[in-house]
């Protein structure tokens, strides 16, 4: 959530962030009006609480002096104070989390650059890298292609577990395993340090990185426990400074982490959506920075160029599209997406879908985690967070088996996969 001093100071920044969102700017005015709400309730708190004090001595003095009564009437008093308190300090947290509970509805600051638009059909081109693979034959999508190859159960799968699951099969397994290790030996050479996160995590940690009422229908609760199954390792990632205030010099940390991750994706989808493009369990490759407000966007680009080179390297032709103000997430300051070209989408005429996503939130989820920074001469702010995509196994096996698929019905391994493959360089039908 934003700084609610920020929106004291800036309500006007804010109201104009929103209108560009298609938000209701009276939000702003919503929050200022709960946050004085608060403050005043908590100030009759801390009188109490001054009042308290007050009594006690009284009481102290009257014991000192041996008188009983006026001693009793005091402690009589203490008593009838402590309540008050008690019950004024339920009033205060109920008017506190009344407020955050708008204070959270509203979006982040959108950068001057993020451009209008009323979805994800005026999202802006940047650019595109490589052309768009070519065949003199019928090409098959990847479903045809992990049929025949072998490569995939999806029957067994919807029987046994449900529509959206998957089984892969023989050397989908390896490449699977050998996207996610050439990824993840990329970043550690660029000074990344690699993290495997917990696969679940509890509502504190979790609402820190994620709006929940925006996630329902995404994210996976563990019944009759206070977990939930990640959609990301950017969530356990971003909490893993909760409630910690680093110093100056422990920024940049720059992290690579691995996950299985869980969505639920409910909604009606396409064809296109069928295979493993869209499913309930995939695994990712994460990036995720945190670092001093006045570097995030340099190190938005320098996740971004991390992304671009893995698909550059995997000779997969794609290109890079900003989000729009109708389409971006309330977290996200500024976000561009890498979308592989997938010759086998849009009933194989091909379309480019989305693999990768780079965020920055600047500090909106550290103010919910309370993730902050002390500088050097002492003062205090909170942190900037970043997350992206470096890469996802299930739509990147899809971009190689459509893209580098045979006229003899094999599928060629990219030359980067090739040490991570055992010595495949092939897929081949099975005899």
């Known amino acids: ?51 308290r004090n007050v009594v006690s001595e009284e009481i102290n003095q009257a014991k000192k002096k041996k008188d009983n009564k006026t001693a009793e009437k005091k402690i009589q008093e203490m008593r009838e104070i ?26 982040n600051i959108l950068h001057e650059s993020v451009p209008e638009g009323k979805d994800d059909s005026e999202n802006k081109e940047i650019r595109v890298v490589g052309k768009k693979t070519e065949f003199k034959f019928p090409l098959k999508d990847h479903i045809e292609l992990g049929l025949e190859l072998d490569l995939m159960d999806l029957d067994t799968a919807a029987k046994n577990s ?24 990329r970043l550690l050479k660029k000074g990344y340090n690699l993290i495997q996160t917990p696969l679940m995590i509890n509502r504190a940690a979790l609402e820190g990185g994620v709006n929940l009422k925006d ?17 990301t390792s950017e969530h356990p990632l971003v909490a893993l400074k909760r409630d910690i205030t680093l110093q100056e010099k422990d920024l940049p940390i720059k992290i690579v982490g691995v996950s299985t991750c869980f969505r639920k994706e409910l909604g009606a989808h ?3 959506d069928k295979g493993i493009f869209r499913v309930h369990e995939f695994n990712k490759v ?4 945190y670092c001093k407000p006045e570097e995030s966007y340099t190190f938005f680009n320098e996740l971004q ?36 070209w997938m010759p086998g989408q849009n009933e194989k005429k091909g379309a480019y879908r989305e693999v990768t996503s780079c965020s920055n939130c600047l500090d909106y989820q550290a103010v919910a985690l309370n993730t902050k920074l002390k500088r050097d001469d002492g003062t205090k702010i909170y942190v900037h967070m970043l997350n992206n995509t470096a890469i996802t196994d299930t739509r990147t096996i899809i971009a190689i088996l459509e893209n580098f698929q045979t006229k003899d019905g094999t599928v060629k391994i990219p030359k980067a996969l090739w040490p991570y493959m055992g010595g495949i360089t092939e897929i081949k039908r099975k005899k």
Not at 215 to 231: R, S
Not at 309 to 316: A, D, M, P, T, V
Request: some cysteine.
């Open 1 to 51: 959530m934003l700084d609610i001093n920020l929106i004291r100071e800036h309500p006007q920044l804010i109201k104009a962030s929103e209108k560009r969102r298609k938000h209701n700017p009276e939000l702003v005015d919503k929050v200022l009006s709960l946050d004085e709400t608060w403050k005043k309730e908590l100030k009759v708190k801390e009188d109490l609480n001054r009042k």
């Open 305 to 340: 160029k991390n992304a671009e080179l893995l698909f550059k390297e995997l000779e997969i032709p794609f290109r890079v599209v900003q989000i729009c103000t109708g389409d971006i997430g309330n977290k996200q300051a500024l976000q561009y997406d890498i979308e592989a």
């Open 82 to 107: 402590i309540d008050t308190i008690r019950q004024q300090e339920d009033k205060a947290d109920a008017a506190l989390k009344k407020r955050n509970e708008v204070l959270g509805s509203i979006g």
């Open 162 to 185: 449900g529509a959206r699951f998957y089984y892969l099969k023989n050397e989908a397994v390896l490449l699977g395993k050998a996207i996610q290790l050439f990824a993840i030996d």
């Open 270 to 272: 396409g064809r296109d």
């Open 215 to 231: 996630f329902a229908e995404t994210i996976y609760k563990i019944e009759g426990e206070d977990l939930y199954l990640i959609a």
């Open 286 to 289: 994460e990036q995720i920075v």
